[in-house]
């Protein structure tokens, strides 16, 4: 039997190096790569894109729809990793586990966007309450989160682990730092477009002093609403949604022994897993709600969404390298 021929456009960057170490270590594909010498000529590019079974881009937003723009085959498959297609009309959104019949729609797909890890996070706590009506679609949203510094990319990693080796672990660069003070951050569009929000959410991002890990919180005023849901009301919803899913896995409610000491949600927690793990802490007395989403920004928040595509637009089992 013919293995499949995949070809990782973008093998160098962060999130290229964890795909392509996943997928070095399978027997049930071919890996196709370019010499280091071509990585910038289009025709050399274009020839592999064309030739092989999925192409998968991780590039920055412009050098993917260069990619993109090389494409000239019928049959190949593209699973880009960058922001430029995530809201694209001709798209399927790579987010197997968002709304019933996503799977379907992946597997036959000639082009599929691969989500960001801030919207992973997102999308997996509150699509659920938009979906059962739990929660109107002009209710405000407001989403404050923290990732590891390796969702910056190669320029921040090399940063925070270059002022770690000259520090001698003594310091920080910055223990935790907001960013995206302008607004208008580049997941926000996608978050809006994929929950169902008549409205964009208002997002706060934040960076901390560790590796990898994230956490995802949103807050809700359940005080606002004519008739408030009940804590339990929103973790039933949301455990009934994902109901069998083995990557976006629902904590039990108010699960005392998945906080480090009892009382804090470790961001590392999910690290090295393609898992999402969505909690509901609620004060119904107050009638106030938190959802918080936990992942690894480089697993189930980048390279570990990109294999389990992958699996799906070759109809393998999902789970394959992960």
Same mark, same amino acid.
């Given at each position: 039997?013919?293995?499949?021929?995949?070809?990782?456009?973008?093998?160098?960057?962060?999130?290229?190096?964890?795909?392509?170490?996943?997928?070095?270590?399978?027997?049930?594909?071919?890996?196709?790569?370019?010499?280091?010498?071509?990585?910038?000529?289009?025709?050399?590019?274009?020839?592999?894109?064309?030739?092989?079974?999925?192409?998968?881009?991780?590039?920055?937003?412009?050098?993917?729809?260069?990619?993109?723009?090389?494409?000239?085959?019928?049959?190949?498959?593209?699973?880009?990793?960058?922001?430029?297609?995530?809201?694209?009309?001709?798209?399927?959104?790579?987010?197997?586990?968002? !709304? /019933?019949?996503?799977? =379907?729609? #992946?597997?036959? @797909?000639?082009?599929?966007?691969?989500? $960001?890890?801030?919207?992973?996070?997102?999308?997996?706590?509150?699509?659920?309450?938009?979906?059962?009506?739990?929660?109107?679609?002009?209710?405000?949203?407001?989403?404050?989160?923290?990732?590891?510094?390796?969702?910056?990319?190669?320029?921040?990693?090399?940063?925070?682990?270059?002022?770690?080796?000259?520090?001698?672990?003594?310091?920080?660069?910055?223990?935790?730092?907001?960013?995206?003070?302008?607004?208008?951050?580049?997941?926000?569009?996608?978050?809006?477009?994929?929950?169902?929000?008549?409205?964009?959410?208002?997002?706060?991002?934040?960076?901390?002093?560790?590796?990898?890990?994230?956490?995802?919180?949103?807050?809700?005023?359940?005080?606002?609403?004519? !008739? /408030?849901?009940?804590? =339990?009301? #929103?973790?039933? @919803?949301?455990?009934?949604?994902?109901? $069998?899913?083995?990557?976006?896995?629902?904590?039990?409610?108010?699960?005392?022994?998945?906080?480090?000491?009892?009382?804090?949600?470790?961001?590392?927690?999910?690290?090295?897993?393609?898992?999402?793990?969505?909690?509901?802490?609620?004060?119904?007395?107050?009638?106030?709600?938190?959802?918080?989403?936990?992942?690894?920004?480089?697993?189930?928040?980048?390279?570990?969404?990109?294999?389990?595509?992958?699996?799906?637009?070759?109809?393998?089992?999902?789970?394959?390298?992960?």
């Amino acid at each position: 039997m013919t293995k499949p021929k995949i070809f990782i456009d973008g093998e160098s960057g962060t999130t290229g190096l964890q795909i392509y170490s996943r997928l070095s270590q399978r027997d049930d594909i071919e890996l196709m790569s370019i010499d280091a010498s071509k990585r910038r000529d289009a025709s050399e590019r274009a020839k592999l894109i064309n030739a092989v079974d999925v192409a998968i881009l991780c590039l920055p937003d412009d050098a993917a729809r260069e990619a993109v723009s090389l494409v000239t085959s019928t049959t190949v498959k593209i699973l880009d990793a960058s922001t430029a297609y995530r809201t694209a009309k001709d798209w399927v959104y790579g987010f197997p586990e968002l !709304n /019933p019949g996503q799977r =379907e729609q #992946i597997a036959k @797909a000639q082009f599929v966007s691969n989500p $960001g890890c801030y919207p992973t996070g997102f999308l997996a706590c509150i699509r659920p309450l938009l979906a059962k009506n739990l929660i109107p679609k002009h209710f405000p949203i407001t989403i404050n989160a923290v990732s590891g510094y390796s969702g910056g990319g190669k320029n921040l990693i090399k940063q925070y682990d270059t002022y770690h080796e000259q520090q001698a672990g003594t310091a920080s660069l910055y223990p935790y730092g907001i960013y995206g003070l302008q607004f208008g951050h580049k997941h926000v569009k996608e978050m809006h477009q994929h929950s169902g929000l008549a409205s964009p959410p208002l997002f706060v991002p934040a960076v901390g002093d560790f590796e990898q890990g994230m956490l995802v919180q949103i807050p809700l005023p359940l005080w606002t609403l004519d !008739n /408030p849901p009940s804590g =339990e009301a #929103i973790h039933e @919803a949301i455990a009934d949604y994902y109901q $069998g899913e083995k990557f976006v896995q629902v904590a039990s409610y108010k699960e005392p022994s998945l906080l480090r000491e009892g009382t804090f949600l470790d961001a590392t927690a999910m690290n090295d897993t393609n898992v999402v793990q969505v909690f509901v802490f609620a004060n119904d007395s107050t009638q106030e709600a938190l959802l918080v989403a936990r992942l690894d920004n480089l697993g189930k928040g980048a390279s570990g969404a990109a294999i389990q595509n992958l699996n799906i637009m070759l109809g393998l089992p999902e789970e394959l390298g992960l």
